[in-house]
């Protein structure tokens, strides 16, 4: 059985050993690589995974980290979100973009 991870770097880390290499920050209506400024729009990525972190006793430790690929792009990376009070502003398409999409492979940490 596969060792529980509990922190974000953790996830991050083990993200990073399966190929999403790529830290994506989250603008109002696109992904942009940190690394190239490589912009990805919501109809131009799917969120393989996503992985829930609630703060037990500071809301403010609530977090989403998301395992996102781009087959137009041929990147994979990751997005670290707040969520709830935390959370950024984001247009309906990448709201949409980031809930849709999921394959439903999520877990709560």
Do not use: W
């Not at 083990?14 to 919501?42: A, M, R, W």
């Amino acid at each position: 059985m596969e060792d529980a991870m509990t922190t974000v770097s953790e996830v991050l880390n083990k993200l990073k050993e399966e190929g999403y290499t790529v830290d994506f920050n989250l603008n109002e209506n696109c992904l942009v690589s940190t690394e190239n400024s490589l912009q990805i729009h919501p109809e131009e990525f799917v969120v393989d995974k996503h992985y829930r972190f609630e703060g037990q006793t500071d809301p403010g430790d609530e977090a989403i980290v998301y395992a996102i690929s781009s087959t137009k792009h041929n990147v994979k990376g990751t997005l670290v979100n707040g969520y709830g009070v935390s959370s950024d502003a984001m247009t309906h398409e990448m709201v949409n973009a980031l809930t849709d999409k999921e394959s439903g492979q999520a877990e709560s940490l």
